[in-house]
Structures are given as C-alpha cells and as structure tokens.
C-alpha cells in the first residue's frame, strides 16, 4: 500500500485537486435538470428550469447587456493593450515610461472595490460637470475596459517579446515603412495572443460583478448582477440553468479556440518545413 500510494500520490493530489474544483459545477448541473427546487435530493429529470429560464425577463435582458458589453470591452480591451504592448516592447526609452508602465498595470494588482468607487466618483463628477455619461451600459463598458485592457496587455506583451526582430528589420531594409511593417509582418505574428487576449478580457468583463455594480444604472443589470441578487434571495434553480448555459458557451468557445490554434501551428510547422527544404534543395544539399 505504502509502494503504491508513493507511486501515485502526484495523480491522487491532481484527482482531488480537480474534483474540488469541479465537483460543485457538476453538482450545479445535474441539479439543473432536477424536477423539483430540492438542492439536496434529485427527484427526477426536468426541464421545467430552463423553460423558466427563456421566460425570465431580467435574466434574458441581463444576458444580452453582458454579451454587448463583454463583447465591445473585450474588443477596446484587445486595442489598447496591443497598443500599450507594443510601445512598452519596442520603444524602450521614452519620457514618462515608468509611469505609463505602472499605471497600465496598476488594475491587475487594484481590488475591484477601489477600482470601482473610484471611477463611479469619476463618472458622477464628469456626468455633474458635463452632464455625460450617463450611469449605464457605457460606464460599464469604460469600467470593463480599464481592467481588461491590463490584462490583455500583458498577454500581447509576453507574445511580442518573443517575435524575432531581425524580420521585421529586414523588411525595412527591403524598404518597407514602420506602418507596413506592423501590419504586414507583426500583426500576423501577434494575432493569436491578439485573439487570446480578446477572449480573457471578454470572460472577465462577462463574469464581473463588483465594476458593475458601482457603474450600473437604475433598470441596467448585466446578467452576473441578476444572478447574484437572485441567489441572495436565497434558491432558484433557474439560476443553475443560465449557468449550466454559460458553462456550455464558455467550453465550446474554448474547444473551438484550442483546435483553431492547433490547426494553425501545424500549418506554420508545415510550411516551415516545406521553406526549408525548398532552400535545401536551392543550394543543392538535398
């Protein structure tokens, strides 16, 4: 037994460690399909909840405001941190760096109750000053921005420190301008983490709760928010229905996301490999 449990304890650690953290989701799922609002015995199959479901108002208006606003925060998010990546990777010495560094970087380590109270002050002395924004889905697109935009940063940043500068110097030598070089030859190279880091900024702005709920209007609540109200009001198991849902979306999106970028390695690999015999065979050694 003692031969066997050192064996494998590294895969009994990694069995336990996977069923905390998933257990409670299966749990949440089966008990989606439950006939009954029991959380503690399954009484039977149903799919009462998730008709429920698409005739709850608040949750189906809820979903839609998040899917705008993940949608359009993910994007700016995506923008600007490429941007901010790309000046802090290839221009390494300019007036003010550090300080536009660390305020780049600043929301990945800011709890989200500052980060929050601090721009809902902002929002209210703007909307006092110069009556706009109005309290809404915008504030909490800017809101979602802000934090998104770190950590898109930072995905975009690790890519572009590993793309090799002697292409990108080539083409200008060859005559290409800075503009055409980016789009024509970095751009390509940092897609994928373009891509990775719309999807993470997308996640977090859809899963968020405490931006929004600072920068939310009255009659403005993204789907997190109705969940969270609904469940302090104590057990709903349509919640475990819009939540089975978003689990389902967020696995497919990430299947789909995981063979995409498969397919393309592989291609790279093989032309790649199709460049190098071709210069093989022009020099005569194969």
């Not at 590993?162 to 503009?179: F, K, Q, T, Y």
Request: hydrophobic share 55%; net charge positive; proline share 3%.
């Amino acid at each position: 037994m003692k031969n066997f449990l050192e064996k494998h304890f590294s895969k009994l650690w990694l069995a336990l460690v996977y069923l905390f953290l998933y257990l409670p989701l299966i749990f949440m799922i089966v008990f989606s399909f439950n006939s009954t609002r029991q959380d503690a015995e399954f009484t039977g199959f149903s799919l009462r909840w998730y008709e429920a479901l698409t005739r709850d108002t608040k949750i189906v208006e809820g979903f839609w405001l998040s899917l705008k606003v993940a949608t359009v925060s993910g994007l700016l998010s995506a923008l600007l941190g490429t941007f901010s990546a790309f000046v802090l990777v290839r221009y390494r010495r300019f007036g003010g760096r550090t300080i536009f560094s660390g305020m780049v970087n600043a929301p990945l380590v800011m709890p989200e109750v500052v980060i929050g109270l601090s721009l809902l002050l902002l929002m209210v002395g703007a909307q006092n000053f110069l009556g706009w924004p109005q309290r809404g889905m915008l504030t909490i697109i800017f809101g979602h921005t802000l934090l998104g935009m770190a950590y898109a940063m930072v995905v975009v940043q690790s890519r572009l420190l590993e793309v090799n500068r002697s292409i990108e110097e080539a083409a200008m030598d060859l005559g290409a301008r800075p503009h055409q070089v980016f789009f024509l030859i970095t751009l390509p190279n940092i897609f994928q983490a373009i891509l990775a880091a719309f999807l993470l900024s997308f996640t977090l702005s859809f899963d968020d709760v405490v931006i929004a709920e600072f920068l939310s209007g009255p009659g403005v609540n993204t789907l997190p928010q109705v969940i969270f109200g609904y469940a302090r009001r104590g057990i709903n198991p349509t919640i475990y229905a819009a939540a089975t849902l978003l689990i389902a979306t967020v696995t497919m999106v990430i299947v789909g996301y995981s063979v995409w970028v498969a397919r393309q390695t592989r291609q790279r690999e093989r032309e790649i490999a199709a460049a190098t015999r071709a210069e093989l065979t022009a020099l005569g050694v194969i």
